[in-house]
C-alpha cells in the first residue's frame, strides 16, 4: 500500500510564511502533486514536482526530495484566504494518485 | 466554462436503497475518477476510466459499479446502499492517465446514508 504522512493541522499569522511537509512510502515514483480545498469545495491543482528541487509559482514553492521521499509546500506572506486544507498526493507505479489525509491550515489575522 | 458538474449536491438515502452519482465533464478528457472523502483518511480511488468503454478498479471498489459509455459522462451506482458509504464523493478527470496529467475535480455530492 501506499503511505502518505503530513501534519492534520498547522496555524500561522497573516503576512507569515508555513511549511507544510509530506512524506511518502509508496510502490515506486511518479511525481507529487499539492492540492488546495476549502472548505466544502474541490479541490484544485497547485503544482507538481517529478524532479528534485524546488518549484516556485508565485507566492507558492513545492520542494521535493526523492532519495529522502520527502517533500514541502511552502506558503508566503499568508493571506486569509489561504485559509483551507492542503493535500499530498503521490503518482506510484500504477500511475494513480494516492492522497494524503491532508493539512488545515488556518491563518490568523 | 463548466468543466465538471456532478449532480446531486446532496443526498440522504435509506440503507439497502439504490443511488446513481451522476459526473460529467465537457473537456473531452480521457481519463475519469471517482474518490471518496473521509475525515482523517484522505481521498480514496473507488474506480477509474482511462479512456471510454475502459473501467478499473481503485482502492475501495467494494459496492461500487462505473460504466463509460462515453468520454463525457461517468456515473457511479450504489447498488445497495450501506452506512458505511456516506462521504462525499468527488469525480476527477484529466486529459490522459499519464503521470504529469492534473485531475481536475467536480464539485462533490454530499451522501448519507441512513
Known amino acids: 500500500g501506499q503511505n502518505i504522512d503530513q501534519p492534520t493541522e498547522m496555524t500561522a499569522t497573516e503576512g507569515a510564511i508555513v511549511q507544510i511537509n509530506c512524506t511518502y512510502q509508496t510502490s515506486g515514483f511518479n511525481g507529487l502533486f499539492w492540492y488546495q480545498q476549502h472548505a466544502g469545495e474541490a479541490p484544485t491543482f497547485l503544482s507538481y514536482n517529478v524532479l528534485d528541487g524546488l518549484e516556485e509559482k508565485g507566492r507558492f514553492s513545492s520542494f521535493l526530495s526523492r532519495s529522502k521521499g520527502y517533500s514541502y509546500l511552502l506558503l508566503k506572506e499568508l493571506q486569509m484566504k489561504d485559509s483551507a486544507s492542503y493535500l499530498c498526493a503521490v503518482i506510484s507505479n500504477d500511475y494513480k494518485l494516492s492522497f494524503g489525509a491532508g493539512t488545515t491550515v488556518t491563518v490568523r489575522a | 466554462i463548466a468543466g465538471i458538474t456532478q449532480a446531486p449536491t446532496s443526498q440522504i438515502l435509506a440503507a439497502g436503497r439504490r443511488m446513481t452519482l451522476r459526473c460529467t465533464q465537457d473537456m473531452r478528457h480521457n481519463a475519469m475518477y471517482w474518490y471518496r472523502q473521509d475525515l482523517g483518511l484522505g481521498l480514496r480511488l473507488i474506480h477509474y476510466s482511462n479512456t471510454a468503454g475502459t473501467t478499473g478498479k481503485g482502492e475501495v471498489p467494494d459496492g461500487y459499479s462505473v460504466s463509460r459509455a462515453n468520454t463525457d459522462d461517468f456515473p457511479l451506482t450504489l447498488a445497495s446502499a450501506v452506512p458505511s458509504q456516506t462521504s462525499v464523493y468527488f469525480c476527477?478527470?484529466?486529459?490522459?492517465?499519464?503521470?504529469?496529467?492534473?485531475?481536475?475535480f467536480g464539485p462533490g455530492t454530499r451522501l448519507t446514508v441512513l
Open positions: 476527477a478527470s484529466s486529459d490522459g492517465a499519464g503521470v504529469t496529467d492534473t485531475q481536475y
